[in-house]
């Protein structure tokens, strides 16, 4: 062992140091561990949050979108979904049809209505199901839009809300509701709003907020008679084995139809803003927090500052024995890495103790300000590797100027001292 390790073990365990200078240096640890520890549980919270936004946003609203831009291409849906399906890394399509509505419904018949603008998405059960979680998610499960069984006499087709929505709404399952639509020649007053009953047979739960209160499902044919053209979306929900080549894949697909009529989007370009903001956020609550082992950092200075100042005396011995300024150097700045070490190894695993605690407890938050309604956790190795990495680095930084004058200091001078 080199001797300036040897000597600075000796300083960390001596107990000829002064109390007040044994509490800056737990100052300096503690300050180092809280940061570390903040940092780790902060960027765990952030990676959870947009792991789950992430994931449930991809698996409702399916990977890539195809606008069918004409009625014709609307017609010919089955045949663009066999070239759709035939591309590389597509793995199921779903025809869908979807429109904006006001919903309108008797609490009270005659004496309170409730009114709420949705977004009505008309589908095929079975083929959405290969297509999106959402289906399985309807409670109680359905297998089709029909709505026999019954007995108030009302042959209505049926539809599936948000939960949310129906809170919002106070629907109950089997309550018959209305949905009302102004088709696109309203806009010149030529024809009336289009209304249609429906029978509500399910709820559904995504866990984001902003879905689980504005959609609402029902039969594709059933979409095609409330809806024209020109006032609803028509296209194709495209499913992929790699959602992270959605860009890629929709090129792919548009070359292959290759006509105006039809027009594609996906995943990632639909919320390009979303998650470049929480990555810049993420960078910026980084660089914010850094600030707490900053702090910590200045504690280390001035812990080896008093230090240097106490052993002044030996330090002197040291050089007119012969030791280099380097090896002078060395003892302090391998005392200080030490604490560093030492704050930053704590603070890791009480980051990672903290995350443990916040992944089984549940806490939930209000979803009409956070998306969704829990608080997740996600733990990047990555970033505790990079956040340890970067205290370390901070508190080795922190050691050179105090260890720097150290080594300036005149043995004979640094002898007389005592």
């Known amino acids: 062992m080199h001797y300036s390790i040897s000597i600075a073990l000796k300083y960390l365990r001596t107990k000829r140091r002064r109390g007040f200078i044994s509490r800056v240096t737990a100052i300096a640890i503690i300050g180092t561990l809280v940061g570390v520890a903040t940092l780790i549980v902060v960027l765990s919270l952030m990676n959870g949050f947009e792991n789950e936004l992430r994931s449930r946003i991809v ?48 609490v009270v018949p005659g004496v309170r209505v409730k009114t709420k603008g949705a977004i009505v998405k008309g589908l095929d059960l079975e083929k959405e199901r290969a297509v999106s979680t959402v289906i399985d998610s309807i409670a109680p499960p359905i ?12 042959n209505v087709p049926g539809i599936v809300l948000g939960k949310d929505l129906a809170d919002e709404l106070l629907v109950y399952l089997g309550e018959v509701l209305t949905l009302v639509t102004a088709p696109a020649e309203f806009k010149t007053g030529k024809m009336v709003p289009q209304t249609q009953e429906f ?7 995504t866990g984001v907020y902003e879905f689980d209160s504005r959609f609402v499902y029902i039969g594709l044919e059933d979409a095609e008679r409330f809806f024209d053209f020109e006032s609803a979306t028509h296209g194709l929900g495209v499913r992929i ?5 959605a860009d890629k894949v929709d090129a792919r697909i548009l070359s292959l139809l290759d006509s105006p009529a039809y027009g594609t989007n996906n995943w990632i370009q639909m919320n390009r803003n979303l998650f470049s903001y ?20 200045f504690n280390l200075v001035a812990m080896l500052t008093m230090v240097i100042m106490e052993k002044r005396n030996e330090i002197g011995i ?50 009409d300000v956070y998306f969704i309604n829990t608080l997740p956790v996600l733990v990047s190795w990555a970033d505790v590797a990079t956040v340890s990495a970067a205290s370390m680095l901070i508190c080795f930084l922190a050691t050179i100027y105090p260890s720097w004058e150290a080594c300036r200091m005149p043995p004979l001078d640094a002898i007389r001292y005592d």
């Open 278 to 297: 929480i990555k810049v956020e993420k960078i910026l609550m980084f660089l914010l927090l850094t600030l707490i082992i900053l702090i910590a950092a």
């Open 143 to 154: 297998s089709s839009f029909a709505t026999e069984g019954f007995d108030d006499g009302k």
């Open 199 to 205: 029978r509500v047979i399910g709820f559904f739960r």
């Open 318 to 367: 040291l050089r007119s024995m012969g030791a280099s300024s380097r090896g002078v150097m060395s003892i302090f700045m391998f005392q200080g890495t030490f604490i560093g070490a030492v704050g930053t190894a704590i603070g890791a695993l009480l980051g990672l103790l903290v995350c443990g605690v916040l992944g089984k407890i549940r806490i939930d938050l209000p979803p």
């Open 59 to 106: 698996e409702f609203n399916t990977h890539i979108l195809v606008f069918a831009r004409t009625p014709g291409a609307w017609a010919a849906v089955d045949s663009a979904a066999t070239l759709v399906e035939s591309v590389p890394g597509v793995v199921a399509t779903s025809p869908f049809i979807r429109g904006e509505a006001l919903i309108y419904y008797d």
């Open 241 to 245: 084995k790699d959602i992270y080549a």
